[in-house]
Antibody, heavy 129, light 108 residues
Framework: EVQLVESGGGLVQPGRSLRLSCAAS????????MHWVRQAPGKGLEWVSG????????FYADSVKGRFTISRDNAKNSLYLQMDSLRAEDTAFYSC??????????????????????WGQGTLVTVSS | SSELTQDPAVSVALGQTVRITCQGD??????ASWYQQKPGQAPLLVIY???NRPSGIPDRFSGSSSGNTASLTITGAQAEDEADYYC???????????FGGGTKLTVL
């Protein structure tokens, strides 16, 4: 069974930093692209960032580019999100999601397709003074 | 604003059929996937690759696509289908993923 468990959330002041972790189990972690998705309380889903299986391709939403850094450690079956220069509008539940293939946005056998087949429960990040 | 547009809320009588739509020009080039989210729970993939269901998803859930519109249909809606539903695809640049704003489904 695929399990994704996020940690590292909490209350942080504007302008400060926070590092989120996602511990993966139940699948061959290094074979899949991974993503971070956030959801502000009572709001919709927002894709934040994605990383390919070997960290060779990394992409960010415009809202976090230059402030957030995604990374992974395949030896530790872990995904990370370093969040710097945090703003009040970054307040949200942050979840990691497993991609359906090794790339970030497409499946090798069906390039028009990409989806998340597993999600974690999320960790809450609150940015407030 | 999202490149994928969904109706904010839809209702359906118990046992009836409901269609939830997702519109966006990028859907002409990329498939949509659909996610169900119940309060306090993580999203759950219900449809991918136009009309494929993951294991464990009831066959009352189906998907389709035409032009710039992707659709999720629930045939014979059940009380447990009451949830928020989100579509997702690649954006027009191809370098981002984007979600629709979500549709809150109420089963009457």
């Amino acid at each position: 069974e695929v399990q994704l468990v996020e940690s590292g959330g909490g209350l942080v002041q504007p302008g400060r930093s926070l590092r989120l972790s996602c511990a993966a189990s139940g699948f061959t972690f290094h074979d899949y692209g991974m993503h971070w998705v956030r959801q502000a309380p009572g709001k919709g889903l927002e894709w934040v960032s994605g990383i390919s299986w070997n960290s060779g391709s990394i992409f960010y939403a415009d809202s976090v580019k230059g402030r957030f850094t995604i990374s992974r450690d395949n030896a530790k079956n872990s995904l990370y999100l370093q969040m710097d220069s945090l703003r009040a509008e970054d307040t949200a539940f942050y979840s990691c999601a497993k991609g359906a293939g090794p790339a970030v946005f497409y499946l090798a056998d069906l390039p028009r397709s990409y989806y998340f087949d597993s999600w974690g429960q999320g960790t809450l990040v609150t940015v407030s003074s | 604003s999202s490149e994928l547009t969904q109706d904010p809320a839809v209702s359906v009588a118990l046992g009836q059929t409901v269609r939830i739509t997702c519109q966006g020009d990028n859907l002409r080039n990329y498939y949509a996937s659909w996610y169900q989210q119940k309060p306090g729970q993580a999203p759950l993939l219900v449809i991918y690759n136009k009309n494929n269901r993951p294991s464990g998803i009831p066959d009352r859930f189906s998907g389709s696509s035409s032009g710039n519109t992707a659709s999720l249909t629930i045939t014979g809606a059940q009380a447990e289908d009451e949830a928020d539903y989100y579509c997702k695809s690649r954006d027009s640049s191809g370098n981002h993923l984007v979600f629709g704003g979500g549709t809150k489904l109420t089963v009457l």
